[in-house]
């Protein structure tokens, strides 16, 4: 098992929360991991990314080499785009299609989905509407997990554990919201599967 | 959950290590890719427990010759900084090699190849060359933990400093790490030791002399050193991967099958046995640094070696960090099929979050400017530096920490009118200070403008060693006149007042000081989820 996974977002979004479920449900798992994450000037409010990469054998490389990434992850349309060179051939692009908007020249988000597509065949996430019904926009990041979760090669029960084990601390109500996004987006993700 | 493996980023391990090898202090001034460090010990509750000190020094100069002291006492200390904060620290750093240590000495200094947060890449084994000391560059996080450990036994059985040299990406991922016993803290052991410490000719002549003496020493145990190891292979090509240099190499051999014969060096000076062998063996010989060509550039001489390959003969480029892509062409892999990145996808630099003061303090200086023929504006380093994109374009200068307020000066003397400079209350704590008092010697007419955020938050808010009524207190005691040190609020509701206040302090012909205080609304933000959290 390896798997090599690119989080990609803006700086503020929260990418690294995704981080820190799938590391420490590979952690749980016993599997290795390599992690790198921006820090710095970058994230106010720039493009941010994370390379993630776990395996049953040893790592070497922090970062992804190009055409070798199983799942790009995207909690923002545009951001999705700007790593398709890291993306494997039977790779998979999971993205929000909530934009941030912070710069000038966005293009229309119909644009970005129409430059997916054509590069690839992407599973489209309403992250922010399935976070509100799950009960917090907040939540939308752990909604893209759930929806890449059948990506990750980690089971979601797994990954609910890490989800447990991080927002513990901010009592069970937060915990409950983020548990319900991250299966709001596990669900679509399955129906997704069993309809293409 | 398997509990005896942490999670951490390269630059907590370090701080892991160092707590485990028994420090009793930190000395540090953030910089990206290092400040994590001593944030993950100022977190630490075993570093607590024991007492490591660990608050933030005012500059890298400061917390270096904090750290001396504290290994002149016999104890075990870590000094921490990024790359450039190294020139900053450099006349300390290079006189304590002569002085040598008493107590272990490491200074953990991580170099940002490619640019990320950084003004430069200067390569910090430049450094360690330059010093005459061990430096040591481990390629993972498991490593870096370990080789502190190594570190401190090593500074303290050749009484010397040592480096431990690490770069973003190793700083900034993170891995499980294994920890060790911890080692107990030194007792206070300080020794009279003139002929070391005293640097007057007569000492450290002798004293040179002995660390020169020392060099071969150094060799033969960078020859038995844990980082530095042969990798079987086979074939014409060799390779001397550095640092990690040495994970693309693996990663790069892995995925294309290639077989060649690996050299990994994670001590310095390198281990020359090694080397020989491995150049014997080989035809043609690959080096990878991540950084300056440091040791391709010494290894090839000055009249070449056509078997050496690397940054300087375009086999890998000359600039930037490394990558497996790059590493697997030079050695000579096919490169992947990709999809490329679609036109539409445009660059999303960083920017001034909304609502922060200093949006606010740019928006006045812009409407003063304006009025102005000349409009330069000399500013620093930090979260006002982006100032300089749109939609400000504020400020045209920013070269090294403090020299907002000296290349002020010297632009005032020249004949410039008005002289105005930006600088952040922790840059002018780290060195502007000494550049206003300058100034003030010298009557030159330049108007400093302090952005005064109460906290260093370019690099996530830590503390600042002068702001608030502080900053007043600094300005006044370096004899800026009262009438023309003013504060103002950066905020839209107070823009006329503030206009008016720079208006007035661009046209005094002498120094002037206005300070644009309000508080950073991030650290803001975090004081009330810290406090609401507490209240619960
Ligand atoms: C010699 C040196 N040390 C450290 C840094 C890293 N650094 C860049 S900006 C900055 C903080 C600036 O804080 P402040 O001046 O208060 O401005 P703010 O970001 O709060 O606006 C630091 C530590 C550097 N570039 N050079």
Redesign the interface.
């Known amino acids: 098992m390896e798997k090599n996974i690119i989080l990609a977002g803006v700086g503020g979004q929260g990418i690294l929360s995704i981080a820190a479920v799938i590391d420490w449900a590979a952690l749980d798992a016993g599997l290795v991991i390599r992690q790198a994450e921006v820090h710095g000037m970058s994230q106010r409010g720039g493009a941010v990314q994370s390379h993630l990469r776990i395996s049953d054998r040893e790592l070497f490389a922090d970062l992804i080499a190009h055409g070798t990434a199983d799942l790009i992850l995207s909690v923002e349309p545009l951001e999705s785009l700007r790593y398709l060179p890291w993306l494997a051939p039977e790779g998979h692009v999971v993205t929000s299609t909530d934009p941030f908007v912070n710069v000038q020249g966005y293009p229309p988000v119909e644009r970005i989905i129409k430059a997916l597509r054509s590069a690839v065949n992407p599973l489209l996430v309403p992250a922010e509407q399935l976070a509100r019904e799950a009960g917090s926009v907040r939540a939308s990041n752990m909604v893209m997990l759930g929806a890449a979760a059948p990506f990750t090669g980690i089971e979601p029960e797994r990954l609910e554990a890490g989800i447990q084990a991080l927002f513990g601390a901010k009592g069970a109500q937060i915990v409950d919201i983020n548990i319900r996004a991250f299966r709001k987006g596990l669900t679509l993700s399955n129906a997704n599967q069993t309809t293409s | 959950?398997?509990s005896s493996?942490l999670?951490l980023?390269g630059a907590e391990a370090v701080a892991q290590g160092a707590i485990d090898a028994g420090i009793s202090g930190v000395y540090a001034y953030p910089g990206?890719?290092s400040?994590?460090i001593t944030e993950y010990i100022q977190r630490s509750a075993l570093a607590r427990e024991s007492g490591v000190r660990s608050s933030w020094s005012a500059n890298e100069k400061t917390a270096y010759e904090a750290a001396l002291g504290m290994a002149y006492a016999g104890k075990r200390s870590l000094v921490c900084m990024k790359h450039v904060g190294l020139n900053v620290a450099a006349d300390a750093f290079i006189n304590s090699a002569i002085t040598g240590v008493n107590g272990g000495l490491v200074l953990a200094v991580a170099d940002d190849p490619s640019m990320?947060?950084s003004q430069n890449e200067q390569d910090s084994r430049v450094y360690g060359r330059f010093a005459m000391v061990p430096v040591l560059e481990p390629s993972s996080q498991q490593e870096l933990y370990d080789a502190m450990f190594h570190a401190f036994e090593l500074s303290e059985s050749v009484k010397l400093p040592v480096i431990v040299r690490m770069t973003t990406?190793?700083s900034?991922?993170?891995?499980?790490v294994g920890r060790r016993d911890s080692v107990a803290q030194n007792p206070l052991h300080a020794e009279y030791a003139p002929e070391r410490f005293v640097l007057m000719p007569h000492n450290a002549r002798v004293q040179y002399r002995h660390l020169l003496e020392l060099q071969p020493k150094l060799e033969t145990l960078s020859e038995s050193s844990f980082l530095n190891r042969a990798v079987e292979g086979s074939g014409p090509l060799g390779v001397i991967a550095f640092g990690?240099g040495?994970?693309?190499v693996?990663?790069?051999r892995?995925?294309h099958g290639i077989e060649c014969r690996v050299l990994k060096v994670g001590q310095y000076p390198p281990p020359r046995r090694q080397i020989d062998e491995l150049f014997a063996a080989c035809d043609e010989v690959l080096v990878v640094e991540e950084g300056y060509p440091v040791y391709e550039e010494l290894f090839r001489g000055y009249f070449g070696s056509p078997k050496i390959r690397g940054r300087m003969d375009g086999a890998l480029p000359r600039d930037g960090e490394m990558?497996?892509?790059l590493v697997?062409s030079a050695l000579g892999a096919t490169?992947?099929?990709?999809?490329?990145?679609?036109e539409?996808?445009?660059?999303?630099?960083?920017?001034?979050?909304r609502g922060c003061g200093h949006r606010d303090m740019f928006e006045a200086i812009n409407t003063v400017m304006r009025e102005q023929a000349e409009h330069h504006v000399f500013s620093d380093i930090g979260?006002y530096t982006?100032g300089a994109l749109s939609p400000f374009s504020a400020i045209h200068t920013c070269v090294d920490m403090g020299a907002a307020i000296t290349m002020a000066k010297g632009a005032a003397d020249a004949g410039l009118r008005p002289a105005v400079c930006v600088i952040g209350d922790s840059t002018f704590a780290h060195s502007g200070m000494t550049g206003l008092l300058d100034a003030v010697n010298d009557r030159s007419p330049i108007t400093v403008i302090i952005a005064d955020n109460d906290t260093t938050a370019?690099?996530?808010g830590q503390c600042s060693s002068a702001s608030g009524s502080k900053l007043e207190r600094i300005c006044r005691g370096l004899g800026v006149e009262e009438a023309h040190l003013r504060s103002i609020t950066p905020l839209k509701q107070h823009l006329d007042e503030n206009i008016a206040v720079l208006r007035e302090e661009f046209a005094y012909d002498g120094v002037s000081v206005v300070i644009a205080r309000r508080e950073c609304i991030e650290t803001a933000a975090r004081k009330k989820r810290r406090s609401a959290a507490k209240g619960e």
């Open positions: 959950m398997n493996r999670l980023l990206t890719p400040t994590e990320h947060s990406r190793l900034h991922s993170r891995a499980g990690i040495f994970n693309y693996m990663e790069a892995r995925m990558t497996t892509d697997a490169p992947a099929e990709t999809t490329a990145v679609p539409i996808v445009i660059n999303r630099p960083p920017e001034l979050c979260c982006l370019m690099t996530g």
